[in-house]
């Protein structure tokens, strides 16, 4: 590791290669709730090349931090300034890239800085606000319904907002953070604004509009006009996003430090590839993403569909598997031979043929595209990381493509052996201690593995009856159930351990 005291900055000089800002940004007009380290490598990377190609400079970001608020003083230090490096591989040699991005104006962190976030959202100039707060972000029960016992304290606080009286506690919530700030908007200028989920969701936007409207209606009357200021003055599209950015590690931030010959806290890493499909449904000006490669459409629903089945799916059954048989990256789970054939019969027997194909879009040659991509050992994505939260995920994962299979007479072998593992994983890490990686769902699989203990079949039919992991009763489809049980039992004689 190199040691430098220098400070990645507006004034560093960058080396040779690194790719510096093309553009600073004039003002903040998007506000982004949910900056991590995903949004770093990917929106606002496109919002830093789209101002450059189009010349407008009025779109720069204000990021909410959720998880980090140490990266809030890093990147006031650093100028807003930060770097994704892009590391692919070509003819077997690293090819790595390193941008220097200055879209992002400011960060805040809700624990304090809720007023200067709701105020910033309110602003006329402020056209977008942006999500990437995860699934759990959507602060949604079992059944998919607003949790009231998370958000009640947000919608306390937007009623006394609405009347005039609230001191602007700090948000509890993503989403009370969000309509606090559209009620601070309303009560403002009012003017329309753009809300864009770029969560990995099928049909994000009206998933995030349906949660919102359930907050709206748990403050009763109080809210009767913002609501019809709402329904003018918003629109919610939904949207595809794709880049593999694996979570930063010392190693990430330290090779970041010897191609800059400056330290970079914010750094990132990300693979090479990148996909950003938006329904063209705004309310507002918007930055002129199209220019540098996104694609704005009328029907965004084929390419999530295509995105979460084909790519997600996989890769959760790839990471719980890996997890099984010891690997610790996805690059090596991916073509181990305990698991590559029961990804490919899930990618393209089961996900595939699921999948409306999108306008142009050749899905076989996409699913050979995705094995490549996980294929690249670069990126160091790790199996601990796709195997997190797996509660919120399945049902967007493998969910429809289950109900596909399930209705035309067939039960699903690669889905059968995905829930298998992903059982095993939480069967596994309850008796051993390790944590499962799932907040929303600590407490249901803990309950399911205590009551079973170690019996596979018994956690495995447990686990396919919680609510809200499989679409309307398919956990329940008896030959589905056989399947899923026939592979925990091959995977428990095949290996006993947990990585
Ligand atoms: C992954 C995704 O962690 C996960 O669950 O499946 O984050 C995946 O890498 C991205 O969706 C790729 O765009």
């Known amino acids: 590791m190199t040691t430098t005291s220098l400070r990645l900055g507006a004034g560093t000089p960058l080396p040779d290669g690194v790719l510096a800002p093309p553009v600073v940004p004039t003002g903040v007009g998007i506000v982004h709730l949910g900056w991590g380290a995903f949004h770093r490598a990917h929106q606002a990377l496109y919002t830093q090349e789209a101002m450059a190609a189009s010349g407008d400079l009025s779109w720069g970001i204000l990021g909410d931090v ?11 230090e650093q100028d807003g300034r930060y770097t994704v490096l892009s590391v692919g591989l070509e ?7 390193a941008t220097v991005v200055a879209s992002v104006l400011d960060v805040a962190y809700p624990g304090d800085e809720t007023p200067r976030l709701l105020a910033a959202m309110a602003a006329p100039t402020t056209h977008l606000i942006t999500l990437t707060v995860t699934e759990k972000g959507y602060c949604r029960t079992g059944d998919g319904h607003l949790d009231l ?6 919608v306390d606080a937007f009623v006394a907002e609405l009347g005039g009286a609230g001191e602007q506690v700090p948000a509890a919530t993503a989403m009370g953070l969000l309509v606090r700030g559209l009620a601070a908007r309303f009560l403002g200028e009012g003017t329309p604004v753009t809300v864009l989920s770029c969560d990995n969701m099928a049909h994000n936007g009206k998933v995030l509009k349906r949660i919102v409207d359930e907050f709206i ?37 330290d090779r970041v430090e ?23 449904s705004f309310a507002a000006p918007r930055p002129q993403w199209e220019l540098v490669g996104a694609d704005l459409t009328d029907d965004v629903a084929p390419w999530e569909e295509a995105k979460l089945r084909m790519l997600n799916g996989t890769h959760s059954l790839i990471a719980y598997s890996g997890r099984l048989f ?18 490919r019969a899930y990618m393209f027997e089961d996900a595939l043929p699921s999948v409306t194909p999108p306008a142009g879009a050749d899905l076989p040659a996409y699913g050979e595209g995705l094995l490549e991509r996980f294929a690249n050992p670069a990126t160091g994505h790790s199996t601990r990381q796709v195997s997190t939260d797996g509660t919120q995920k399945i049902p967007f994962r493998w969910g429809g493509a289950l109900q596909f299979a399930l209705s035309n007479g067939r039960v699903p072998q690669g889905i059968a052996f995905g829930l298998a593992a992903w059982s095993e994983f939480v069967r596994r890490a309850v008796r051993d201690g390790v944590d499962l990686g799932d907040p929303a769902g600590t407490e249901a ?7 079973h203990g170690n019996d596979v079949e018994g956690v495995a039919r447990g686990l396919l009856a919680l609510p809200g992991v499989l679409p309307g009763g398919a956990g329940n489809h008896p030959e589905l159930a056989d399947a899923v049980v026939a592979h925990a039992q091959a995977l428990a004689a095949a290996s006993s351990g947990l990585l």
């Open 66 to 76: 959720e998880r980090t608020p140490q990266l809030v003083p890093a990147l006031r």
């Open 91 to 97: 003819g077997g040699e690293l090819v790595e890239q």
């Open 149 to 154: 016992g998370q958000a009640q304290p947000d």
């Open 217 to 253: 209606a748990a403050a009763g009357p109080a809210a009767d006009a913002f609501s019809a200021w709402l329904a003018a003055s918003t629109t919610w599209p939904s949207s595809m996003v794709d880049r593999i950015t694996p979570a930063v590690t010392p190693a990430t931030l």
């Open 258 to 280: 010897e191609i800059l010959g400056a330290r970079d806290e914010a750094a990132i890493s990300g693979e090479p590839f990148r996909q950003w499909v938006i329904e063209d």
């Open 326 to 343: 010891g690997y610790a990256t996805m690059a090596e789970a991916v073509v181990a031979p305990e698991i590559a054939d029961h990804a």
């Open 445 to 451: 699989l803990t309950a399911v593995v205590t009551e």
